[in-house]
């Protein structure tokens, strides 16, 4: 039998491993949003482009994070959807309200300080969206989805089979 501290890291602090993981997926995809946000907006007003950033990072986001911090789960079809609407509406709102606020307190702010404000404020939402994804669209019955695999195989081979 093999002792509890021999198993890899990753299949004893699943939670940590997939955190740290989605903590990289969400940083990269904030800066994302935020290129997109500032390339869109030398042509539309913030918050048309802001939408848009937010709907092509939620895509893109999701996806990265449905390979690298839940390793391929294949997750829940309607589930996903419902998460990918979810989110979308919930940073379309949220996003959009921090950037009408902005401009209430701050006479004229360029695209650089609201891309940054939008990108401060999502900070808080992707702690929920990481719980929900975890425990809702990717786990089975309600129960987490286990550690990405790790270079010795890690404990994905089990929640992939699921």
């Not at 021999?6 to 997939?18: D, G, M, Y």
């Not at 993981?21 to 904030?30: I, N």
């Not at 609201?114 to 990717?138: D, I, K, N, P």
């Not at 550690?147 to 195989?153: Q, T």
């Amino acid at each position: 039998m093999v002792s509890p501290s021999a198993a890899p890291f990753s299949a004893r602090h699943a939670f940590v491993v997939q955190l740290a993981r989605y903590a990289v997926v969400g940083g990269l995809g904030t800066a994302v949003n935020a290129l997109i946000y500032l390339i869109l907006r030398v042509w539309i007003d913030p918050v048309p482009a802001n939408l848009v950033a937010v709907v092509l990072s939620t895509i893109a986001s999701t996806e990265a994070n449905r390979q690298f911090t839940f390793g391929g789960a294949a997750g829940h079809r309607w589930r996903n959807y419902v998460q990918n609407a979810g989110t979308m509406v919930f940073y379309a709102f949220y996003s959009s309200t921090v950037l009408l606020i902005l401009a209430a307190l701050v006479d004229d702010p360029g695209p650089t300080l609201e891309a940054t404000c939008v990108a401060a404020a999502s900070a808080l939402g992707g702690l929920c969206r990481f719980l929900v994804m975890r425990y809702w669209v990717f786990g089975a019955r309600g129960e987490p989805v286990e550690a990405a695999p790790d270079e010795a195989g890690g404990a994905m081979a089990d929640a992939r089979s699921r």
